[in-house]
């Protein structure tokens, strides 16, 4: 087994470094600081990064640095790719053809800047700034800079990660779980201690239950999934929820291999378990718990053997599962996006969150930590939305009728809304995207024709990013060149450490995201943008934001990089915070909810207009929602689980990684494999009811269970046609073809696209292109605008 | 004489050894320093383990590899050690590295 002390104690200092952070190792310069994008990542991982002659060389992990020890995932290890890449934009760009064709005409920074800010200050103008919709990718370390563009530059309220409907990416466990427990929670893997697997304070979970992901490939936000290995390690057992047979699963005291969509079924039935066999945490629920009566009701007939027929699960293991999680001294639930890319979005968070609960897992050492961003530099969300005019601000584009939007717990503006306005020009019509580091028709565009129609038609489009992206082609009008993680003078939390990245090369005239959003800030609202260069803007989010008394960090920028860049938060790492008065705001002891507890009933669903209690839905189309269409659909498509290689669709331009994974794959299990006659290395059509489809790799594999098909996400073809029809063949293996917009779970939350109808059949030479599709027919099936696609089986 | 042990129960198959080591030794396409196996996933029907799963990955070592004798004799871990993200990775004197082995879970020692 790994000993953490061990393996500190043999790291050989001055073979590495005492705690400089920059010196010379024989032609190199080496530099230490953290990663965050791009390229893409979740996390922020310290490196060691070695230059040669201003230019970036090679990158390895700095053992010191305890946020990964030093263990690098493949993408960082190839950076150098990445950066030195000669496909990477290197000028502003001003589109000369039409859009779609490609060509582009070589500009300043000043010219770009020029025609922006005179576009911008014209829109806003005649159409009010609310038309102008501001859009970001995830995890690109543009969360707090891009929000702040779009309320103090563009002075609008449209800000989204755009493509998407029903927040289906983390934000549902977000507000579910500050809505129940007052705060978010994750998984402690000892993360919050700088001291790690070392600290007193902590213990190791005696179960680990994975959930709805595969954190090792995902590391989704800012967790690292082998922190959960080196647990195992230590004797962690494991519980596996999965659709997939995960490394997790093999290793698993239990696997279990639900029908895609149907994990609240699931996780009422373990509650049913736990509550009938009264294996409940007494003192946590009698103190610290509120509606355990209601709760206790809602799940009295959800037993395993009504579960086992909804969710395919075998009802003696969901009874073995829940004892095992129940009785287990401490247990911590690693929950994933499965949890919001189903249409009961909501009730299954309520679902495992109140798992956690009942059975005294919250907030304790090796469960579930209640977690803030470090030093509460991360305010919120929508930074800088004060200065936006109230009647302006009035206008943002969210659902009608929605609680959730209603209370202000999201920021963002809705994606279903703001394609809406694109589709039918209601409330407003949509003159501006602003688009940085977003590759929306590649990755996040639900559905990828559709979105591409709307897009195509918006009168001005500017994109940020370092590569040429399938969403450039086909709307941009101005492109420009963003610069690579160790290019920028950054900071960001997310949780803890605080984190600070310090630039180390240029390339051509690519410029920050911090750069690009303050030069133009300046130059349009100049009385939002008082600062004169990245760092002090960047100081300025780690100590000010304009919040009240600012965050609780006084450090500048400098100091935070001079350190080595991090700085650990004692917050975070301080276990049982309800008992200590650290939760609400008034300093007493309890939860910052309503009721001052954790609430199995919950006030703020309730206020949302969402059942207060765990519910589930069935998936729109399914074995049991649209049984005819099963008939002659009958496998499930689930989708979007990662690979090591790629964070979404970036990273398909590195060699190393497309040496590992060179094409899009399909899961098939053998058997179904048998049925469909197909076989490793068949390219075949996925498509569903409405004639969608889109063509992957097949990988025969019990990694699915029989039934099941899982495609992968993201992919586009830069070594492809960058002009239409082609577009780097984003259309070709593009899942999200078959995706659909404006169709959600309660509250307008969660999306059902890991559990669709599919049939597979093998590609043939000639067979018509989805981009051919879309050239010519805009779409796959026709729809009216503004409405969604007609249920096959309504 | 040195070596490598991998504990490899635990290796989760993430290739951050073989791209660590492809960057250390300058390899191209195809080439590797070390380089990862993989068995299963297949579940058992037949024996002892009837009804469980297999599914494991071992890296092994090529021709190519030089033990990283430049890092090591500066006081460094090998490239691929150091990157090992499921910490089932450990280099050192092939006698000491034996002593590692703990007959619970799966180890194999590499050598050159
Ligand atoms: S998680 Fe991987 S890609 Fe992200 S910063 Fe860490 S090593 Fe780099
Ligand atoms: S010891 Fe060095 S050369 Fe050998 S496999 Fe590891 S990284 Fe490659
Ligand atoms: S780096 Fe470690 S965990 Fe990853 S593949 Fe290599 S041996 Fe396995």
């Known amino acids: 087994m790994a000993d953490y002390k061990e393996f500190l104690d043999s790291i050989d200092r001055k073979a590495y470094h005492e705690g400089e952070i920059e010196w010379t190792e024989g032609e190199y310069t080496v530099t230490r600081t953290t990663h965050w994008s791009p390229p893409g990542c979740h996390n922020g991982c310290g490196v060691l990064l070695y230059t040669k002659d201003g230019k970036l060389e090679k990158v390895e992990g700095d053992p010191l640095n305890s946020v990964a020890s030093g263990k690098l995932c493949m993408r960082c290890l190839a950076m150098p790719e990445a950066v030195n890449h000669p496909d990477r934009l290197k000028y502003p760009l001003r589109r000369v053809g039409e859009r779609g064709e490609n060509t582009w005409e070589r500009i300043s920074w000043d010219e770009a800047y020029d025609e922006i800010t005179e576009k911008v200050l014209n829109i806003k103008k005649e159409f009010g700034s609310e038309s102008i919709v501001v859009v970001h990718g995830t995890g690109r370390n543009i969360g707090w800079q891009v929000p702040y563009f779009a309320s103090a530059c563009m002075e609008t309220p449209n800000v989204s990660t755009f493509g998407f409907n029903g927040f289906a990416c983390y934000l549902p466990r977000m507000i579910g779980t500050t809505a129940k427990f007052g705060d978010m929670c994750l998984v402690d893997a000892s993360q919050a201690h700088e001291d790690r697997y070392a600290n007193e304070d902590w213990e190791r979970p005696e179960v680990v239950v994975i959930w709805g992901n595969e954190p090792i490939k995902s590391n989704a936000d800012a967790f690292l999934g082998h922190w959960l290995v080196l647990c195992h390690q230590m004797g962690t057992k494991i519980v596996s929820v999965d659709p997939r047979l995960t490394w997790w699963g093999v290793r698993a005291d239990y696997w279990l291999p639900i029908r895609p969509g149907t994990d609240a079924v699931l996780a009422m039935a373990m509650l049913n378990v736990i509550t009938t066999e009264d294996l409940i945490d007494h003192d946590f629920v009698e103190l610290w718990c509120y509606g355990y009566e209601a709760l206790v009701e809602r799940v009295a007939d959800k037993t395993p053997e009504w579960a086992a027929e909804v969710c395919g699960v075998n009802s003696e293991d969901i009874r073995g599962a829940a004892r095992l999680i129940a009785n287990a001294k401490n247990c911590a639930i690693q929950w994933g996006l499965a949890f919001e890319q189903q249409i009961a979005a909501l009730g299954v968070t309520e679902a495992v969150a109140d798992i956690m609960a009942i059975t005294g897992n919250i907030d304790n050492p090796g469960g579930n930590m209640l977690a803030r961003c470090a030093f509460l530099i991360e305010k919120r969300y929508g930074l800088g939305d004060h200065l936006i005019d109230p009647e302006v601000y009035a206008r943002k584009l969210i659902p009608s009728v929605s609680g959730i939007n209603e209370s202000q717990i999201v920021s963002c503006a809705d994606s279903d809304s703001i394609l809406y306005a694109m589709e039918t020009g209601e409330p407003y019509s949509v003159q501006m995207f602003w688009i940085q580091s977003s590759n929306a028709l590649s990755c996040p565009g639900m559905d990828a024709p559709r979105v591409y129609q709307a897009m195509r038609k918006i009168p001005f489009v500017v994109v940020v990013d370092p590569f040429m992206t399938p969403t450039a082609v086909a709307c941009a009008d101005i492109v420009l060149p963003a610069a690579m993680s160790c290019e920028r003078n950054s900071v960001r939390t997310w949780w803890t450490p605080v984190r600070s990245m310090k630039k180390v090369s240029e390339y051509y005239e690519a410029r920050s995201d911090e750069q690009i959003v303050l030069d133009l800030g300046k130059r349009i609202k100049p009385e939002n943008w008082p600062w004169e260069t990245d760092e002090d803007f960047c100081t300025w989010y780690l100590t000010d934001q304009c919040a009240p008394n600012g965050t609780l960090y006084d450090k500048d920028f400098k100091t935070l990089v001079e350190q080595g860049g991090t700085e650990y938060w004692d917050w975070d790492a301080t276990y049982r915070k309800y008992e200590k008065g650290m939760l609400r705001p008034d300093g007493s002891v309890g939860f910052n909810t309503p009721t001052g507890r954790v609430e199995l009933w919950s006030y703020g669903f309730d206020s949302w207009g969402v059942d207060p209690l765990p519910f589930h839905i069935e998936p729109p189309e399914s074995p049991v929602s649209t049984p005819k269409t099963y008939e002659s659909f009958p496998l499930i498509l689930s989708g979007g689980g990662r690979s090591f290689e790629f964070f979404h669709s970036e990273h398909r331009q590195l060699p190393s990684m497309r040496e590992f994974h060179p094409d899009p794959l399909i899961m098939v299990h053998p058997d179904d494999a048998k049925t469909y006659n197909v076989s490793n290395d068949t390219w075949v059509w996925v498509e569903n009811s409405r004639g969608a489809r889109f063509k992957q790799k097949v990988l025969v594999t019990e990694q699915t269970k029989p039934g099941v098909v899982h495609a992968e996400h993201g992919w586009w073809f830069p070594e492809q046609e960058g002009a239409e029809p082609n577009l780097f063949g984003t259309f070709t293996s593009n899942l999200n073809n078959m995706t659909e917009a404006y169709r959600t779970g309660q509250g307008g939350i969660g999306s059902a696209i890991k559990s669709m109808l599919c049939k597979i059949y093998p590609v043939h030479e000639g067979d018509i292109l989805p981009g051919d599709v879309v050239a010519t027919k805009g779409t796959f099936h026709e729809y009216a605008p503004g409405q969604p696609y007609p249920l096959i089986e309504e | ?112």
Request: glycine fraction near 10%; charged fraction near 25%; charge should be neutral.
């Open chain 2, 1 to 112: 004489m040195k070596g490598i042990l991998i504990n490899y129960e635990y290796c989760t198959g993430c290739h951050s050894c073989e791209v660590a080591c492809k960057k250390q030794l300058g390899l191209a396409k195809g080439e590797f320093g070390i380089k990862l196996t993989e068995t299963g996933p297949f579940k058992y029907e037949t024996g002892d383990e009837a009804g469980k799963w297999e599914w494991f990955f071992l890296p092994v070592l090529t021709k190519a590899c030089d033990m990283c004798e430049d890092r090591v004799t500066k006081g460094k871990m090998p490239m691929c050690v150091q990157h090992c993200q499921a910490w089932c990775m450990y280099h050192g004197e092939v006698e000491d590295l034996v002593k590692k082995m703990d007959g619970n879970t799966r180890f194999a020692l590499l050598t050159r």
